[in-house]
């Protein structure tokens, strides 16, 4: 065969086939935390599990690349969802496990063949639609719901199922759904618990205790407060000097690039004291902080004169919510350093002249 006739020929052949991705796929094998292990096609990326009153879901999908498919939302033609319930939770985490796997997809039918549940539907993703299958079948045995979404014009209905089947029968339980369950519900707490303990451990190093909603200290010119917001999450505020101007009718933020390993700038504030009561001002969406810190700061600049813009930055750690990455207060206090260095030098706020959006203003 020349090789023109034998070029002509691929196409034809991975078409007939469905697609040359399904043929003997790269297996991963992916951590459950304490549950366990379970192997599935390397394509599929793991993702943090969700962990509730119940049961769990570990969630896997593949994203599309294709530029057409670009948009708001991220294309999704492929997800695998694991969930882990207790025999009383059984049918909410199935539910919640088939809604997870069928995100996006809409006007599903269903249908049961033996083991199975399989649903045909629309995905929708940004301006494209694709018709798409769900196959879902729970492992009672090991207390898990496996429920799987394709596009149809990248597997079969056939696919899907043994790719339904290998994960399920590749599942290694480690920890009992019973007992991983219990760890899932108390690991929010946990982790709360631990990060406060760090951040007070590097607190005390500075001298610096704090007491839950006892206002704030100041120490070496940085104010500190541990306080709550709506009742139920503690947050740790640290603002820190960085500099004064003298009054502008409006400051921008000249956003030089961060040196490597400093994360990103923290927020800027600043306090003005105008017709003899100070306001608060942001330079950009700004940090909420709390009315002690606020009635602390105006009582403490009293003395301020009018038209002196005293400027901050803001750090706020959140304690207790899980899903929100822990704060470092010896990297935000580096790069409130590295800030006041480049406002010294006129490198990170700018004075403008114009009026002042209302947007900025904070009561």
Not at 50 to 69: C, H, I, K, V
Not at 104 to 116: D, L, M
Not at 117 to 130: D, H, L, M, T
Not at 245 to 272: K, T
Request: hydrophobic share 40%.
């Amino acid at each position: 065969m020349s090789l023109k006739l034998l070029l002509l020929a691929i196409p034809a052949v991975a078409l007939a086939a469905g697609t040359l991705m399904w043929f003997r796929p790269r297996m991963a094998t992916r951590p459950l935390r304490e549950f366990g292990q379970i192997t599935l096609p390397a394509r599929l990326d793991p993702y943090n599990p969700e962990e509730r009153q119940g049961y769990a879901m570990f969630p896997f999908d593949r994203t599309s690349n294709a530029f057409w498919l670009m948009g708001s939302s991220r294309p999704i033609p492929e997800k695998l969802v694991l969930g882990v319930w207790l025999p009383a939770s059984k049918d909410a985490a199935r539910q919640s496990t088939i809604y997870a796997a069928g995100d996006h997809v809409e006007n599903i039918k269903w249908r049961t063949e033996g083991a199975y549940r399989i649903g045909e539907g629309i995905a929708r993703v940004n301006a494209s639609e694709y018709p798409a299958w769900i196959v879902e079948r729970d492992f009672d045995e090991k207390s898990v719901t496996l429920a799987y979404m394709v596009w149809k014009k990248d597997g079969s209905v056939e696919t899907a199922r043994q790719i339904v089947d290998q994960a399920g029968q590749s599942l290694q339980v480690k920890t009992a759904a019973a007992e991983y369950i219990q760890t899932g519900m108390d690991r929010p707490a946990k982790l709360a618990e631990a990060r406060l303990k760090e951040m007070e451990a590097t607190l005390a190093a500075r001298g610096v205790h704090l007491t839950l909603d006892a206002g704030p200290v100041e120490k070496d010119g940085s104010i500190y407060e541990l306080y709550t917001d709506w009742g139920t999450n503690r947050l740790l505020s640290m603002i820190v000097p960085i500099g004064d101007l003298p009054h502008a009718d409006r400051f921008r933020h000249l956003r030089p690039q961060p040196p490597n390993g400093l994360g990103p700038w923290l927020d800027v504030i600043y306090y003005e004291k105008e017709d003899a009561v100070f306001e608060r001002h942001t330079i950009d969406e700004g940090r909420k902080l709390s009315p002690k810190l606020n009635a602390w700061i105006d009582q403490h600049m009293a003395a301020s004169p009018i038209g002196v813009a005293h400027f901050y930055a803001v750090s706020v750690a959140v304690i207790d919510a899980s899903d929100v990455p822990p704060t470092d207060l010896n990297l935000s206090t580096r790069n409130a350093s590295t800030m006041a260095a480049l406002f010294r030098q006129g490198k990170l706020i700018q004075s403008e002249a114009g009026s002042r959006p209302a947007s900025t203003r904070v009561p």
